[in-house]
């Protein structure tokens, strides 16, 4: 078996740069409460998965930027490719992809006058798949320095697993990290269980998903003339096959391969039964979406990009969504979705919109079932369209009024 000597360096990096850390960031917490702010907050260091090519991440960024623009806030946003960047409208530097790559951004730490973490996933993993240790920590690192240079920091818009971290001192770690933030703001109640579970001692609050406070539903698409079958958005990507997909296909084992096929199989009986009488279109959210829909032969947008995504979403009847932005955008829009989950907060999301009986495990789903929910939601739509924008009038008051009552 061949040594790659990248692979070693990072691993020792990384290790000696989490021991003397986390050395330090003790010390500074035994010495010192918790940080509060000194006076006003203007200048703020923002950390997350930006710059990532990942579009829902840009959205919760671009939503709570929105929530505290009359904070005025100096902000400096954490990026981890320049290759992938979007227009934030803010100041942008790397955050680097190792943890070790934090004396890449310290400066940015030392000169700000707050921490911000979040929003997004990024202590939520799909189900199935293993705790990233290496992962949990570059995203705890930011906060452990501010803990070091007495700058107060907070944990925004952010998921969490349910399940208490397995490994003893990382979880030990997250625990005293987490805890020493001024607030954090979870997309859910599962989130804050997963706080709590891991023993976290801080106020936390409960709102939703920052995306859901945007007001897309006014730029809802005119009916073209004519047109007379229901347009179904399907957003699907090869989930049994992550995280190799196809570039790595030869670390793919048996049991993968299977899975990818029985879950082939279940979609193809789906749109069978449905495109002879319903306008299927296939949605691109990831790069991986396209390799499913190639390997399946079936049209799709090319384009991965935010912008033709919501225009996509926008011109549908309902959607059949296999990825959270799926579901959020569809209701932002007021489109009945059906959901093929694959994660903790795709359930979250159903049972805060009361719509459990439309999310399906993407490991035991019945494609007939999904076929009869589309026919009857379809054949009376209306109904649930208002009970959808009910309840975004209820999520996104709660959201305004949860983030409106941080104090910074």
Known sequence: MSINPT??????????????LSMVFLAMDMLRGKIRPKGKIQKVAWF??????????????YSLKRIFKDQNFDIALSIRDFDR???????????GEQFYDFWKYIKQIKTAD???????????????????????????????????????SYVLGMGVNKEQIDHP?????????????????????????????????????????????????????????????PK??????????????????????????EQHSKFKEKIRTIIDVLKDTHDLHFLTFHFSDTLL???????????????????????????VTMRYHGQIMSLLFEKPIISISVQQKMDALAKNYD??????????????????????????????KTKIKENNQIIKSKIVEVYKGVQF
Request: hydrophobic fraction near 40%.
């Open 7 to 20: 692979r070693i360096k990072n691993i020792l990096l990384n290790l000696f740069s989490l021991a003397f």
């Open 85 to 95: 960047l979007k227009c934030y409208g803010t100041k942008v530097f790397l955050k």
């Open 169 to 229: 001192i990382i979880r030990f770690l997250y625990r005293k990290t987490l805890s020493s933030c001024q607030v954090i703001v979870t997309r859910d109640q599962k989130s804050k269980n997963g706080l709590v579970n891991n023993h976290v001692i801080t106020q936390i609050l409960v709102a939703y998903d920052p995306v859901l406070s945007l007001d897309f539903n006014k730029y809802q698409a005119s009916k073209k003339e004519g047109h007379t079958k």
């Open 355 to 384: 719509i459990n009986e439309y999310n399906h495990d993407v490991s035991d789903f019945d494609p007939l079932k999904v076929v009869d929910q589309v026919y009857g939601v379809l054949g009376n739509i209306q109904p649930h």
């Open 232 to 257: 179904i958005g399907f957003l699907l990507w090869p989930y049994f096959l992550w995280p190799h997909f196809y570039k790595n296909s030869e670390q793919i084992g048996n049991e993968k391969r």
């Open 293 to 319: 829909y190639e390997e399946m032969g079936v049209s799709f947008s090319q384009n991965a990009s935010l912008m033709e995504f919501v225009k996509k979403t926008r011109s549908m009847d309902m959607m």
């Open 48 to 61: 997350g998965a930006y710059g990532n090519g990942n579009l829902g991440d840009d959205l919760i960024f």
């Open 114 to 152: 707050a921490i911000f973490l979040g929003g997004g996933g990024l202590f939520e993993y799909y189900y199935t798949s293993k705790q990233a240790y290496r992962m949990i920590m570059i995203y705890l690192c930011p906060l452990m320095l501010a803990k070091i240079f007495g700058k107060p």
